[in-house]
């Protein structure tokens, strides 16, 4: 069974930190790895794509992937209370379907 | 940017009703997919599709049917609607590895059966 775990949360940072965001899986022909943000209520919103080893920076989030020990995480610089929201990590393997962690729920206190 | 559009945002249907959830895309992509979303269980696949004509059972596609007759429309069909199928139902389609197959939501039906 193929896995994507994450930290539940709630992830409680103050406006302006650095909010990090782990996540973990299982298989090691995944090849695509993506991060979504959710808010109540709402459906998934992709906000980053990363696909080899290192950091991908867009804005203020870098994504960062190390595949030899399967783990990707998702940092939020100069956390905004509109950044309050569920991130759910996913990661692909062509030819197979996406898997999802549980998500983390993120809370940027004002 | 990719649009996926579902065709109600919110449904109210009785128990035993048949059920139609449409959704489209318009970015001429291959796969499409039906989840559903209920608090403390994530995202849980349906069905989903690789082409026209062509569907495959996801991890819960017990009570559900799908329909591909058309590239860019994917429909789930809940064939006798329960209580138990009281959920947020998010469609989504994904472009091919070249483009980076990413998968794009569509803004998810809240669907409550009485």
């Known amino acids: 069974q193929k896995e994507v775990e994450q930290n539940s949360g709630p992830l409680s940072v103050p406006e302006g930190a650095i909010a990090s965001l782990n996540c973990t899986y299982s298989d090691r022909g995944s090849q695509s790895f993506f991060w979504y943000r959710q808010y109540s209520g709402k459906s998934p919103e992709l906000i980053m794509s990363i696909y080899s080893n290192g950091d991908k920076e867009d804005g203020r989030f870098t994504a960062q992937l190390n595949k030899a020990s399967q783990y990707v995480s998702l940092l939020i610089r100069d956390s905004q209370p509109s950044d309050s929201a569920t991130y759910l990590c996913?990661?692909?393997?062509?030819?197979?379907?996406?898997?999802f962690g549980p998500g983390t729920r993120l809370s940027v206190l004002p | 940017d990719v649009k996926v559009t579902q065709s109600s945002r919110y449904l109210v249907k009785r128990t035993g009703e048949k059920v139609f959830l449409e959704c489209v895309q318009d970015m001429d992509h291959e796969n499409m997919f039906w989840y559903r979303q209920d608090p403390g269980l994530g995202l849980r696949l349906i069905y989903f599709s690789y082409d026209v004509k062509m569907k495959e059972k996801g991890d819960i596609p017990e009570g559900y049917s799908v329909s591909r007759e058309k590239k860019e429309r994917f429909s789930l069909i809940l064939e006798s609607a329960s209580t138990n199928q009281t959920s947020m139902y998010l469609c989504?389609?994904?472009?091919?590895?070249?483009?980076?197959?990413?998968?794009?939501f569509g803004s998810g039906t809240q669907l409550s059966v009485l």
């Open positions: 989504a389609s994904s472009g091919p590895p070249e483009t980076g197959g990413k998968l794009f």
């Open positions: 996913a990661v692909h393997n062509y030819g197979q379907n996406f898997v």
